[in-house]
């Protein structure tokens, strides 16, 4: 990336927020694997391999992977988010490979939400 | 179209633990990927820094600072603006910008938790305050333990580089500052200031006196401003939105929010921010989801090594600077360990200050030796061999350990002993004049004894006793020779009807 002005800064938001934007064209879902160092202790790169593995199986192209930080719950890690197109971000605690399977399968696959292992749904607040 | 099974799912704001947090320097938690710097950029991140470098004057930046409140999330508490101001007027061209991320509390994870999932927040933060003293390098002094978190740091460093956000000529303003990660070895007592600064100039990590203060002569004898990492990721937003936003929660004297690695018998462990004045009750059994097991609260830690116990009677007290110092312990940098009625209080005190005494450097005498002291008197309670006056000779230790120590480390050393005699004397008391600890958790202090109604004389607890201490007759009630019991509890976990107890 080159040198950035203060202008920059804002034409890089827009850029960002338009490119992760789910939409029709794809990426159609966006899958979150909170990998901190909480996360990881409690097995996350185990899931983010189940779940690469499984997309690599699916064989598809339109499913964004991406990884983040603690989102603050560490006793319940592995936390994974699953978003899909115009549906609201979903939250599953507690992951392991056999369950990221079954929520990619079901959920990111076929859109049935795998409640059982759903701590919450929608976005934290922030100001 | 709502599906059906969506509605059984909880929003992020029905859930207790979520919807009590105020997320300002945890804004981005879970949000972004910390390896994109352009994800930062999304959520508005270097804008404060933009803003400062291109419309604020040094002098200005310093008085929204000052402006907002915010103190030193490291510990002390001391205002940020006003640390800022006295580096900004020492003169000399070389100055430097120090960011403290040695966290070594017991159960902490703060800094951690923010460098690994929001690095950037803290670069920025570093660069709004070296414009704001005229500082063109820094360091962060973070603990070789937290690999990832130094892994993320780097990445960032690397792209703020890239991008013109660190090094030369900064956003096109002409600015320069730089920065470098220092490892530091996970000694506790370089958390200290000048320890610190010591261990960067390549010597052992011990305190000197001050004054001089950092910000008159610090690291390499310049003037040096040297913040936490919590501190730092909450200037961007400062400056962003104004001292007056940021001012608009808390309390009086402790503005904005804290975060609280909140841990220990607690059901969600996890890392909370809350706006400063929240009540303890609302943290341990709103956000924490209360004591697994139906237990009940005994005790909140807060602040660590250097810290207190809060017992139960102030579960209603609000969590800022000046309450949590009148309640004996300190704010600290925001480890919160929650105890259950299991837990021994003499063995909680005994546990910090053998850390303490672990971790003195042994350069004061009275920190240094005055601890190990005060771990053979602790340790000697809880091995039922406590005499009458320990109580107040660990408190007449722990004022001249207080008074004649050079630093933090020694100062705040007797805290643990002191807050917890406060509140829980009559448990220290059991201990030397009753030989009992109230808790069951001291092993010394254990009687394994018969029920002679409900013992059918079995003779289970002989036959597993390993050293012969449980015994009788057979059908007639057995008996437990104290000389010779052990206190390993086999005796017990064997017998069938219930028949054998502890006290």
């Not at chain 2, 002098?59 to 103190?71: C, D, H, N, P, Q």
């Not at chain 2, 403290?100 to 709004?128: K, T």
């Not at chain 2, 107040?392 to 350990?401: F, G």
Request: charged content about 25%; proline content about 5%.
């Amino acid at each position: 990336m080159a040198k950035l002005t203060k202008e920059d800064l804002k034409k890089i938001k827009d850029k960002v927020l338009a490119k992760s934007a789910l939409k029709e064209e794809g990426p159609r879902a966006r899958v979150t694997v909170h990998m901190g160092t909480c996360g990881i202790a409690s097995g996350a790169k185990e899931v983010m391999s189940a779940l690469m593995a499984e997309i690599a199986d699916a064989g598809i192209r339109d499913v964004a992977v991406t990884t983040s930080g603690c989102m603050g719950m560490c006793s319940r890690e592995p936390l994974v988010t699953v978003e899909c197109l115009g549906r609201e971000p979903i939250k599953y605690e507690r992951m392991d490979a056999a369950k990221m399977k079954r929520v990619f399968q079901e959920h990111v696959l076929k859109g049935e939400i795998q409640t059982p292992f759903a701590l919450a749904r929608g976005e934290e607040s922030s100001e | 179209m709502e599906e059906p099974m969506i509605g059984s799912i909880p929003t992020m704001q029905e859930i207790p633990f979520f919807a009590h947090q105020k997320l300002r320097v945890l804004r981005n938690r879970g949000i972004i990927d910390p390896g994109k710097i352009e994800e930062y950029i999304a959520r508005d991140g270097y804008l404060g820094l933009a803003k400062a470098l291109t419309e604020m004057t040094p002098a200005e930046i310093i008085k929204e600072v000052t402006a907002s409140g915010l103190r030193g999330r490291g510990g002390a508490g001391f205002p940020t603006g006003l640390k800022w101001q006295f580096c900004s007027q020492s003169k000399g061209d070389v100055k430097y910008v120090l960011c403290n991320a040695d966290e070594g509390d017991p159960g902490a994870f703060m800094d951690r938790s923010v460098l690994e999932a929001d690095p950037h927040a803290v670069l920025e933060g570093m660069v709004i305050a070296a414009r704001a003293i005229g500082a063109h390098y820094g360091y962060i002094y973070c603990r070789a333990e937290y690999p990832l978190a130094i892994h993320q740091l780097n990445i960032a460093i690397a792209q703020a580089r890239e991008c013109g956000l660190l090094g030369k000529d900064i956003l096109g303003t002409g600015f320069d500052f730089d920065l470098e990660i220092y490892q530091g070895a996970g000694a506790f007592v370089c958390g200290e200031e000048t320890a610190l600064m010591t261990s960067i100039e390549g010597k052992r990590g011990m305190p000197r006196p001050r004054p001089p203060f950092p910000a008159v002569a610090g690291l390499w004898g310049k003037p040096s401003v040297l913040n936490n990492v919590e501190t730092f990721a909450s200037v961007a937003q400062i400056v962003l939105k104004g001292a007056a936003w940021y001012a608009s929660v808390g309390t009086e004297k402790s503005k904005g929010t804290k975060v609280f690695a909140l841990t220990g018998d607690v059901n969600n462990v996890g890392l909370v921010e809350v706006p400063m004045g929240t009540t303890l009750r609302t943290i341990v059994y709103e956000i924490g989801g209360g004591i697994p097991g139906g237990k009940k609260f005994k005790a909140a830690q807060l602040g660590g090594p250097s810290g207190g116990c809060i017992p139960a009677e102030h579960l209603d007290a609000s969590v800022d600077y000046e309450k949590v110092a009148e309640l004996g312990a300190i704010m600290g940098s925001g480890g919160l360990i929650v105890m259950n009625e299991d837990k021994c209080i003499v063995d909680i005190a005994r546990f910090f200050i053998d850390f303490c005494q672990d971790e003195s450097c042994g350069k004061c005498t009275p920190c240094r030796e005055g601890t190990k002291r005060m771990l053979q008197i602790l340790t000697g309670i809880t091995e039922g061999k406590g005499r009458e006056g320990d109580i107040e000779l660990l408190q007449e230790m722990a004022v001249i350990i207080k008074n004649s120590s050079l630093c933090g480390l020694g100062q705040t050393a007797p805290n643990p002993i002191l807050s917890t005699i406060r509140y829980f004397r009559d448990e220290y008391e059991a201990h030397i004049r009753e030989g009992r600890c109230p808790a069951g958790v001291c092993t010394a202090l254990k009687r394994y004894t018969v029920d002679a109604e409900k013992c059918t004389g079995c003779g289970v607890c002989a036959k597993v006793c390993p050293t012969k201490a449980a015994k009788g007759e057979k059908k007639q009630p057995h008996e437990i020779d104290q000389a010779t019991c052990i206190k390993c509890g086999v005796c017990m976990e064997k017998c069938k009807f219930e028949a054998i107890f502890v006290n």
